[in-house]
């Protein structure tokens, strides 16, 4: 069933700053830019928010750079945008790659990455890149900014601790020393939801991230310290499979996530 379109608001500020005053003195708001998701949910019938924030033409909000080493994503870069930008292929190949495989071409040219983030699905794509980037997640309001590690953002399933007055602005992310990976298992080629993907750093402290195999985005932890020790890839494969929790749902089988995140860990290891 379509949502009606009636009885519902929508603002749109002409800066950041008008944004962050209307989240806080017309509150509360859903914040909403390329609406890949936020459609989605009216076309079914199923979004009841009523009260939205318009920031697709916040400007500031599109930077990449690279400042004193630290990557600055800004919130509404698209993933079209992170396909294409040199820094993004030079210094976080496996983003450029998650990007690749998020929809058809209109949903990159829409999507954003902070949107991606903020919806806190954890089958989106990018989170485990991030999570294993060690990514900051920056937010702000009228009062100010703070960064919030990412790994502190999901507190469970589809929750964060953005604040109703607070919007996601960037993501910083220090220089990422070692060889990056990055693999999505769904159930085509294109335009399909992820029933495992993966994103991993190697080198002396290895980061390994999972999405879609529980109901957020996690690190795991035991099998990086199994591989920073020098384990043979067998044994750091059972030290996987026995910290992985996977869930069951309508599009995969516990016991199959668990066997292609063992299967993808010896991919990574043997790319070296």
């Not at 507190?155 to 910083?172: F, H, I, K, N």
């Not at 020790?229 to 494969?237: C, I, N, T, Y």
């Amino acid at each position: 069933m379509i949502a009606t379109l009636r009885n519902r608001t929508l603002l749109q500020p002409k800066s950041l700053d008008d944004a962050l005053k209307m989240l806080r003195d017309e509150g509360p708001l859903t914040p909403l830019a390329g609406c890949t998701d936020l459609y989605v949910a009216l076309n079914f019938g199923t979004l009841h928010d009523t009260r939205f924030l318009d920031i697709w033409r916040l400007e500031e909000l599109r930077t990449i750079r690279a400042t004193r080493g630290v990557l600055t994503i800004g919130a509404l870069t698209t993933f079209t945008d992170l396909m294409r930008s040199p820094i993004i292929r030079k210094r976080l190949p496996m983003l450029a790659a998650a990007a690749r495989e998020i929809g058809g071409v209109q949903i990159q040219n829409r999507g954003t990455i902070g949107g991606n983030v903020v919806n806190a699905s954890p089958a989106g794509d990018t989170l485990p890149v991030l999570a294993a980037a060690d990514a900051i997640v920056v937010l702000q309001s009228a009062q100010g900014v703070r960064r919030v590690p990412f790994a502190a953002f999901y507190p469970g399933y589809r929750q964060t601790v953005r604040r109703s007055d607070e919007l996601v602005t960037a993501l910083e992310i220090a220089p990422v020393r070692g060889r990056q990976f990055f693999r999505k298992v769904g159930t085509r080629a294109a335009q399909a939801i992820s029933k495992v993907v993966m994103a991993a750093v190697a080198g002396e402290s290895p980061r390994i991230a999972f999405g879609s195999l529980a109901p957020t985005v996690i690190r795991a932890a035991r099998t990086e310290a199994a591989l920073a020790r020098g384990v043979p890839l067998d044994e750091a494969q059972r030290v996987l499979a026995a910290e992985l929790s996977p869930i069951d749902d309508l599009r995969s089988t516990a016991e199959y996530r668990r066997t292609v995140a063992v299967n993808l860990l010896a991919r990574f290891v043997r790319a070296d």
